[in-house]
């Protein structure tokens, strides 16, 4: 689940924290932050007990961010991991699991700290996030594991988009998006890193029709990317990080009928959503 654009500074989890559960936040941080934070906690007023306090720091020349925890009018003693991925000005995704022992917390696609719990996770119901942050979206989901595949219900339409978050890896050869349907693959997306092309395909009952190939992969390996693939009434727009990077004309045009999604490659996929 998404929740686009959501209220600032406040806002509930849905369905409250269990283990295995992934939180993600996808915003900017705007030019002139000196600190931020993005806390867990429970309940929405100002003196709620905060089970998690994750607050990038830039004050000093040398980013770095800072863990803790606020419980009965107090924090506790503090940890903080230096180098911080999250960059002024950038986009940026940060993904809290929750596990039995702790929150493991990673920022585009880097794992920065296992943080054990000093609140019961079943207290905590709520997002407190920094005016500094343009925030984009949260989402709650399981991890994501490549290859990934996911149903799209009722089909493609006109207006539909499918937007996915992730970071190739450093020593990433492909990325590859399918919509599929029953009887092939409506759209192909293919990044080959080596070639620095793009291949642009469609296929039913296992033959291929003419690519479509273009040089420059829109992806840097080991930076985070946004992929936003519209559905339009004749083709479909590629969007990557806000910019369009190519479009491809409906071959098969029964849309409703396109109802799968996959994601392979060596990347670590953030989040999906369709």
């Given at each position: ?139 709650y989901q399981n991890s994501l ?128 959503h369709v």
């Amino acid at each position: 689940m998404a929740i686009y654009k959501p209220t600032i500074p406040v806002t509930s989890i849905d369905g409250g924290l269990r283990e295995g559960k992934s939180v993600i936040i996808i915003g900017w941080i705007l030019p002139d932050a000196n600190r931020l934070h993005v806390n867990l906690q429970c309940g929405s007023d100002s003196e709620a007990d905060i089970a998690l306090h994750v607050s990038p720091r830039y004050e000093n020349g040398s980013p770095n961010i800072v863990y803790n925890t606020y419980k009965n009018g107090s924090w506790g003693s503090e940890q903080s991991t230096p180098d911080s991925p999250i960059i002024k000005g950038k986009l940026f995704a940060i993904e809290i699991l929750v596990t039995k022992e702790a929150y493991k917390i990673s920022a585009n696609g880097k794992h920065l700290m296992d943080y054990k719990h000093r609140i019961p996770i079943t207290k905590v119901n709520t997002i407190s996030l920094d005016q500094n942050i343009k925030l984009e979206f949260i989402g709650y989901q399981n991890s994501l594991v490549v290859p990934y595949k996911t149903l799209i219900n009722g089909g493609l339409q006109p207006g539909s988009s499918i937007l996915i978050f992730g970071v190739p890896n450093t020593d990433s050869k492909r990325i590859e998006f399918n919509l599929r349907h029953r009887y092939g693959i409506a759209f192909h997306y293919l990044c080959l890193f080596d070639e620095n092309v793009v291949v642009r395909n469609t296929s039913e009952n296992g033959k291929w029709e003419a690519e479509e190939r273009s040089r420059g992969v829109p992806f840097i390996k080991g930076q985070l990317f946004q992929v936003k693939i519209s559905c339009n009434r004749g083709y479909y727009d590629v969007f990557v990080n806000g910019q369009q990077a190519h479009t491809y004309k409906h071959r098969f045009t029964k849309l409703e009928d396109i109802d799968v999604f996959e994601v392979y490659g060596q990347l670590q996929l953030i989040f999906v959503h369709v």
